[in-house]
């Protein structure tokens, strides 16, 4: 599975949006991109996945650009409950048929 | 989405002892996953759990430190053996959620003393 690259740490202030990068340079055709989030040392929580078309759900939209080579989470309009370590991975795997490998994250701090 | 119980949520044990932490799940899943989180860092995952047949462990995790079971598809328990503090973290667990994603355990915080 390839390999992600986060910024350590960003901040955001409350009621603005929140724009997460990721860099995933050695994706191949058939990885996915999941966004998981982990609030306060609980168990991960899923946010959302795409393959190469931009998402949204009720929580996020997730942007991929045309090369696959990176993405941004977006989280429009941010709360202090987004505080939280925001992880994005990177698997072969969709569907609930593969592992997940964590990085190191992006801890993201929202600010009132 | 599925739910996933871990238990316990916490212990303190004393080294050379183990620790067996169970997780269920309220519906039937190919596979479950463990994780270590030690402090301050991201999640590595330790073993992949299927059922009827022997976990696949990652590089760096052997089956006499962390045996695992997987007795039917709703239920797995990992154990972590001959503790010392070096294996005070947080363990988790996992198991596809749904259509989309996978479940967590709420977790196992462990202190070793």
């Known amino acids: 599975d390839a390999k992600t690259t986060q910024p350590p740490s960003m901040d955001c202030a409350e009621g603005r949006a929140a724009n997460l990068p990721c860099n995933h340079s050695?994706?191949?055709?058939?990885?996915?991109v999941y966004w998981y989030r982990q609030i306060h040392s609980q168990g991960p929580q899923y946010i959302i996945h795409?393959?190469?078309n931009n998402e949204t759900n009720e929580m996020a939209s997730l942007i991929i650009t045309e090369d696959r080579k990176s993405s941004t989470l977006i989280l429009p309009h941010a709360t202090l409950r987004d505080t939280a370590v925001y992880y994005c991975?990177?698997?072969?795997?969709?569907?609930?048929?593969?592992?997940?490998?964590f990085g190191q994250g992006t801890t993201l701090q929202v600010k009132p | 989405s599925a739910v996933i119980s871990q238990k316990p949520s916490r212990d303190i044990c004393q080294r050379g002892t183990s620790l067996t932490i169970q997780c269920q799940v309220d519906?039937?899943?190919?596979?479950m996953f463990w994780y270590r989180q030690q402090p301050g860092q991201s999640l590595t995952l330790i073993a992949t759990a299927n059922q009827g047949s022997e976990a696949t462990y990652e590089s760096g995790f052997v089956i006499d430190k962390f045996p695992i079971s997987r007795p039917n598809l709703t239920f797995s328990t990992l154990t972590v053996s001959n503790l010392s503090p070096e294996d005070s973290s947080i363990y988790l667990c996992?198991?596809?959620?749904?259509?989309?994603?996978?479940?967590f355990g709420s977790g196992t915080r462990l202190t070793v003393v």
């Open positions: 996992s198991a596809p959620g749904g259509p989309y994603g996978y479940t």
């Open positions: 991975i990177v698997s072969r795997y969709s569907g609930n048929t593969g592992k997940l490998i």
């Open positions: 795409g393959l190469k």
């Open positions: 519906s039937q899943v190919t596979m």
């Open positions: 050695t994706i191949s055709g058939n990885e996915y």
